[in-house]
Each structure stands twice: as C-alpha cells, then as structure tokens.
C-alpha cells in the first residue's frame, strides 16, 4: 500500500448491511455480472466485521481496521494508525499518523470525498455529521437514502459529478455509502409490496439493483488513472434468524461479511 498510496485514486465502496451467505449465493448464481467481472476468481471473501452497526464499523475502517479475514492468524492490515505495539502493521501496510485514514490521506494530498447513504451520513444532525465532516467534501440527498428506490442510480450520478470537476492531477479517495441493501429493501423485488416486507428475497434483489449499476462508478472512479478500491459489507443483518431481526446484535449473519479488493485499471 505504500507504492498504491500517492500514486492511485482510491475506491472505499461499503455495501451498507449486506449479508455474506446473500452476496455469496447471487454471485454463484450469475445474478452479478458487474460485479463479479471485477471480484478476484468472481467470488467473495469471507470475513468478520469490525463492528455490528453501521456507525461503529465505519468508524473502525477510517481508523484503519477493515473487516478481518475469517480465519485463525494474524491478519496483517493495508492501513493502520501508527500505534506502538501493532501486530497487524507490516511493512506493505501505509501507516498514518493522523487520528483516521481520511486525515491522512488528505495530508498526502487526496482529495477526500464522502458519498453518504444511510442516516448516519445525513448530516441533519450532531450524530449524522461526525463521519461525513472527516472529509474535506460530503455529499448527501434524500435520493441517496434508504427510502429511495433509485439510492445508488443517484450516488454514482454525483460521483460521475465530482470526478468530472476534479483537476486531472489531483488524487482522489472517494468513499460511497450504498444504502440500497438496507431496510426498506422490499421495492426492489419485483412484486412485493410493503405490506409484506424485507426479507432475504428482498435483500438479494437490492444486491442485483447495485450490480446494474456499478460498472458506472466503476468507470468513473478509473477515468483518470488506475484505482485501488475495496468492496466490503459494514456488518450483515439478521430476517428472522433464530429469532433475531436487525443489527446490531451479535449474530453470525451480522458479523459475517463480504469483501473484496482490487484493481480498476483506466480506460484505454
């Protein structure tokens, strides 16, 4: 990361409440072309959030502690806060020495931008602001919210925007918050109706309403140069398992997600 860093715009894409077993069995079932095109070997990788809520794990990964690979070992990180002590800070891992990645990119001279999606990216409030004012720019519309069934056609539409208007030379970190996955989810099943709710079903066709659109953000984001981007679930969300509804709870469908990273290379 420390060649990657100063020299490649950077893509933190956070999939707000997708479940790993969802993302699992759409991308094996074909129902994610775009994303699957881009995800190393078309396939996920398991790993444990840091956080079982959107705002505590979000606030774990601009510190630098990404979702942890599901299996015994220590895990080195791509990012970390220099911290005495460190077992997971390598030497392929960019270390910073502001309080979060967000600062410290901005002092390597990124431009950072946050896309918001769910409410605590809103800014309405003293809460809703505290992640969006760690960048120098923050973006967010009722169009991006979870109530909106056209959220993520209306974050790239602002992400095609920012990129557009950015000087050529300037380097980007553009962080995007996806509230499609998230409760309400049900309007992108075709035929369903609010009064039967979400559920797996619903939260599936949420994941392939994002794929139609993510080749868009995708080429947007390595438009001007190549771009190391992370795709990743915050946390998951339980629909009835063993009983439990929701998040923030320590179920295994709610600690359990989907990651990936890779390479965006520009367009010839």
């Keep these: 990361m420390n060649e990657v860093v100063g020299r490649d715009d950077l893509l933190l894409l956070t999939l707000d409440t997708l479940r790993y077993d969802v993302a699992v069995a759409a991308a094996a079932a074909g129902r994610l072309p775009h994303l699957t095109a881009r995800l190393p070997g078309g396939t996920w990788e398991k790993r444990h959030a840091p956080g079982n809520f959107t705002f505590a794990s979000h606030q774990a990964m601009f510190a630098g502690f990404l979702p942890t690979p ?15 002590g460190s077992e997971t800070t390598e030497g392929h891992t960019y270390v910073f020495d502001t309080p979060d990645l967000v600062s410290g990119l901005a002092e390597r001279g990124y431009h950072t931008v946050c896309v918001g999606g769910v409410g605590f990216f809103n800014k309405q409030g003293a809460l809703g602001s505290v992640l969006p004012g760690l960048f120098r720019e923050s973006h967010w519309e009722p169009e991006f919210s979870v109530a909106s069934p056209t959220s ?34 049900w309007f992108h099943l075709p035929g369903a109706t609010r009064e039967a709710g979400d559920g797996l079903a619903s939260h599936a066709a949420a994941l392939e309403y994002v794929d139609r659109h993510v080749g868009r953000l995708f080429a947007a984001m390595s438009s001007r ?15 009835g398992d063993d009983g439990y509804t929701g998040h923030r709870l320590g179920h295994e469908a709610v600690w359990t997600v989907p990651y990936r990273h890779f390479f965006l290379e520009p367009s010839a």
């Design 225 to 239: 140069r190549r771009c190391f981007a992370i795709v990743c679930s915050d946390h998951g969300t339980a629909y």
């Design 152 to 185: 993520f056609e209306a974050q790239v539409a602002r992400v095609e925007r920012i990129v557009a208007e950015l000087p050529a030379e300037r380097r980007l970190f553009l962080f995007l918050n996806v509230s499609a996955l998230h409760q309400p989810n």
């Design 70 to 84: 599901a299996r015994p070992g220590r895990h080195p990180r791509l990012f970390a806060g220099r911290f005495a």
